[in-house]
């Protein structure tokens, strides 16, 4: 039996770990053909062995942005998942950190839909699926200023882009996740250890967060992508999606 992407091809950003690996394998997984894409080019590449084709990007880099999509041809699934979370308040953010952080989490997100739209608009069928947070304009989060500063521009984006081409065919919703068991939030938790006391008091700090008691997988915001990309969702746009275990209640 055909999966729910069957024939779409699918274009993921940040695919070589965590959400963004996930939902490459998710959609994969629906038969989608998935190209993953990824700065690590080693990480990216061990998606090989499961039938996905990888090419290495540094969504930063305008012209490789460019060529990628290009070279990948129509697209009809884009997730643009690549992103960073400092920890700062507005005391302690520097420009350096404010500069990085619009540039990887909202203007990489800007360049990468306007590379595959043209496409999208020509065949009026798409879907762009944006990584923003519900620490954002849904919810503040203490020591994240510039992360959810640059999460509500997310929304932002990700509205606009919905409305001008709600009539053309084209979707576009974002995911606001609560804390997702990865591997950045792994490297976040060794940055507060110190603080925290000791890794495991870091961690169960993090899990405290959520309502449910636990941190959401991976596979479990990757299967939302997979539920924004098919067509049982073609009524839904320009809608932040909070997927948070309870944190916002």
């Known amino acids: 039996m055909p ?12 695919a070589g770990q965590g959400i963004g690996r996930a939902a490459a394998l998710a959609m994969a997984a629906e038969g989608a053909s998935v190209i993953a894409t990824d700065r690590d080019a ?11 084709a990888h090419v290495p990007l540094d969504v930063l880099d305008d012209a490789a942005v460019e060529r990628v999509a290009k070279e990948a041809g129509p697209i009809d699934v884009l997730f643009n998942c690549a992103g960073f979370v400092h920890q700062n308040t507005i005391l302690t953010c520097t420009d350096e950190e404010w500069d990085f952080a619009f540039a990887l989490n909202v203007r990489a997100m800007w360049k990468m839909a306007r590379a595959v739209l043209p496409g999208m608009i020509e065949r009026r069928s ?25 999460k509500a521009a997310v929304i932002g984006l990700t509205k606009s882009i919905a409305t001008e081409y709600v009539t053309q065919g084209i979707r576009c919703n974002c995911l606001c996740p609560g804390t ?23 961690h169960a700090a993090f899990v405290a967060r959520q309502a449910m008691g636990r941190l959401a997988t991976a596979e479990e915001i990757a299967a939302l992508v ?19 275990g309870g944190w916002t209640l």
């Open 126 to 150: 798409g879907v762009i699926v944006n990584m923003s947070s519900a620490c954002s304009s849904v919810k503040g989060a203490p020591n994240r200023f510039v992360y959810g500063t640059t």
């Open 3 to 14: 999966g729910r992407l069957a024939g779409k091809r699918a274009l993921v950003t940040a």
């Open 180 to 202: 997702v068991d990865t591997p950045s939030l792994h490297d976040r938790i060794a940055d507060n250890a110190a603080a925290a006391g000791s890794v495991e008091a870091a």
């Open 226 to 244: 997979v539920y924004l990309a098919a067509p049982e969702s073609t009524f839904v746009t320009g809608q932040a999606i909070v997927i948070d």
């Open 42 to 52: 080693r990480k990216v590449g061990e998606l090989a062995a499961r039938g996905i």
